[in-house]
C-alpha cells in the first residue's frame, strides 16, 4: 500500500478552504483519494483497487514503465525549449507525420489540448482573412476564453453566444434532428451546416473555420453518421473556411479501425487543421496541432514568431515517442478494437435485457450507453444514471456520465483495458440494473419485455 501521511479527512478540508469550488472532485458527496496509478487500475490511500473505465488521459495505462523512464531519462539529460535545435522535436514531428495524410505536415507543440485549439482559431483565422466559426451544439473545445466562446456546452450557462459563433445540430442519429430511421442522416446534417453557413452570409459575415470533435464526447459519445464530414467540408471550403477536427479525446488508435477518428469519415477525407492532446502525452502536458504547408506559411507571412516555453520541450516530445512506442509495440490499436467490439456486444445483450438501456453506441474504446425513462419519448434518465455511477463506485468502477442531460454512461478507459475487465464491469451493470428495475419508480413506465 503506498504511504498516506495526511488523512482523506484532512486533505479534503485542506482543498476546500485553498481551492476554488469551480475545480469539482468526482464523487462530490464522497469524493476519493487516489494515491497510485498502474494499467487500467487506481488504488486509494487504503490500498483499494479501483477499475479505471474513464481515463483516456492514461491512454497507454497509468505511470506505463517506458513513459515514465522516457521523461526521467531526458530529464536528467537536458530539459529546455524549442529554440535549440534539438532531435526529439524533429523525430517526434516526423513519427506524428507518419500517421497522418501526408497533407497534414507541420506541426507546433503545445502543453494543453485547449492551447492547441486555441493556436488553431488563430491560423484559420490568418489563412482566411475571416472571423466567425461554425460549431457543433453542445460541444466543448477547451477552457481559454476563445473556446468557452465556442463551445456551447460552457456558453449556454455563461453569458451565452457570441455574434461571431455559429451552432449547428448535433449529428446524433439517436436524439437528433435525423434518426436512425432517416434514409442519409450524413446528408441531412450536412445540409443543417449548409444552412447555417448561408444564413452567416446572408448577415454578410465570413466563417474562418468549422470546429468539431471527431466524435463528440462531451455531447454524449456521439457517432457522426459516415460521410458527414466530406459534405461538411465541401459547405465549410465553399465558404472560404477550414474544417478543423478535435482529436484531443478521440484520437491515437481508440477507435481500433484507425488511428485517427476523422478517418471513420471515409479513408479520403483530410481536415485542414489537427489538434491534439490529452492522451498524447499520457497524462504529461503534451499537445499539437497539425495542419497543411499552405496554412503555417499563412500564419508565417505574419512575421510574428510563435513562441510557447514548455512545448515541444526535449522531455514532452520524448514523452510523445515513447506513447506512440507503447502504442506500436503493445499493439494498443488493434487490441482496443477487438476489447471495443466485445464491451459492445456485452453491452448490446444488457440493452435487450434492461428497457431503461436505449442506445449502446461506440466504436474502439469509445462507447456510449444512452439511459432512457420511456422507449417511445426516449426521455433521458439522468437520475438513474446517476445512481448507476454511485453503484459502480461502491464496486470499486469508475465510470462517468455525459451528454446535455447526463444521461449517457461513457467508457473511454485506458487502452490496455482487457476484455476480462469488460465482463466484469458488465456484469456489475447487470446486477445494478436488475436491482434498479424493481426499485426505482420511473422503471415501471419502461417496456417490461424486451
Ligand atoms: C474535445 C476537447 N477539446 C479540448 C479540450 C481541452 O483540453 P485541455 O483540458 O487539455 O485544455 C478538452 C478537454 O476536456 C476536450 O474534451
Not at 488563430?122 to 473556446?147: I, M
Not at 451546416?193 to 468549422?210: L, M, P, T, Y
Not at 464491451?343 to 432512457?372: N, S, T
Amino acid at each position: 500500500m503506498a504511504a498516506d501521511p495526511r488523512g482523506k479527512a484532512e486533505t479534503l478540508a485542506l482543498r476546500r478552504r485553498l481551492l476554488s469550488d469551480s475545480c469539482r472532485l468526482f464523487y462530490p458527496e464522497d469524493p476519493i483519494k487516489i494515491v497510485r496509478g498502474q494499467g487500467q487500475y487506481l488504488y486509494d490511500e487504503q490500498g483499494a483497487e479501483y477499475l479505471d473505465c474513464i481515463n483516456n488521459v492514461a491512454h497507454v495505462g497509468h505511470c506505463h514503465p517506458l513513459v515514465v523512464q522516457a521523461a526521467h531519462g531526458q530529464n536528467q539529460v537536458l530539459n529546455t525549449n524549442s529554440r535549440y535545435l534539438h532531435d526529439n522535436i524533429v523525430d517526434y514531428a516526423q513519427r506524428l507525420s507518419e500517421t497522418l495524410p501526408q497533407k497534414l505536415c507541420v506541426f507546433y507543440f503545445l502543453n494543453s489540448g485547449s492551447e492547441a485549439n486555441d493556436l488553431a482559431l488563430r491560423l484559420a483565422r490568418q489563412y482566411t482573412g475571416h472571423w466567425d466559426v461554425v460549431v457543433l451544439d453542445h460541444a466543448y473545445h477547451g477552457h481559454l476564453s476563445s473556446l468557452i466562446d465556442i463551445s456551447p456546452y460552457k456558453f449556454r450557462d455563461l453569458d451565452g453566444q457570441k455574434e461571431w459563433v455559429h451552432v449547428a445540430p448535433l449529428p446524433d442519429t439517436y436524439r437528433g434532428l435525423y434518426r436512425e430511421d432517416h434514409p442519409n442522416p450524413a446528408g441531412a446534417y450536412a445540409g443543417e451546416v449548409k444552412r447555417v453557413v448561408n444564413s452567416v452570409q446572408e448577415k454578410g459575415r465570413k466563417i474562418a473555420a468549422f470546429f468539431v470533435e471527431s466524435l463528440p464526447s462531451v455531447a454524449g459519445q456521439v457517432i457522426p453518421p459516415a460521410g458527414y464530414f466530406p459534405e461538411v467540408a465541401e459547405h465549410i471550403h465553399r465558404a472560404g473556411g477550414l474544417f478543423v477536427a478535435d482529436e484531443i479525446q478521440v484520437g491515437f488508435g481508440r477507435v481500433g479501425k484507425h488511428f485517427w477518428a476523422f478517418q471513420l469519415q471515409g479513408e479520403d477525407f483530410v481536415p485542414d487543421i489537427v489538434t491534439m492532446g490529452k492522451s498524447i502525452g499520457n497524462g504529461h502536458p503534451v499537445a499539437c496541432v497539425a495542419t497543411t504547408q499552405a496554412v503555417a506559411r499563412a500564419f508565417e507571412a505574419t512575421g510574428v514568431e510563435y513562441f510557447n516555453t514548455f512545448g515541444g520541450s526535449p522531455v514532452s516530445c520524448a514523452v510523445g515517442l515513447a506513447v506512440l512506442h507503447v502504442l506500436e509495440k503493445e499493439q494498443l490499436q488493434a487490441h482496443a478494437a477487438s476489447v471495443g467490439s466485445v464491451l459492445m456486444e456485452l453491452l448490446r445483450q444488457q440493452k435487450a435485457k434492461h428497457p431503461i438501456i436505449g442506445d449502446v453506441r461506440g466504436i474502439g474504446l469509445f462507447i456510449g450507453v444512452d439511459l432512457i425513462k420511456d422507449e417511445a419519448t426516449r426521455e433521458p434518465a439522468t437520475e438513474e444514471a446517476n445512481y448507476m455511477v454511485s453503484r459502480l463506485k461502491e464496486n470499486y468502477i469508475l465510470l462517468s456520465t455525459d451528454g446535455p442531460w447526463r444521461n449517457v454512461l461513457k467508457f473511454k478507459p485506458p487502452m490496455c483495458f482487457s476484455v476480462d475487465n469488460a465482463r466484469h464491469v458488465v456484469a456489475k451493470m447487470d446486477t445494478i440494473l436488475t436491482d434498479m428495475e424493481e426499485k426505482v419508480r420511473s422503471c415501471e413506465t419502461l417496456r417490461l419485455q424486451p
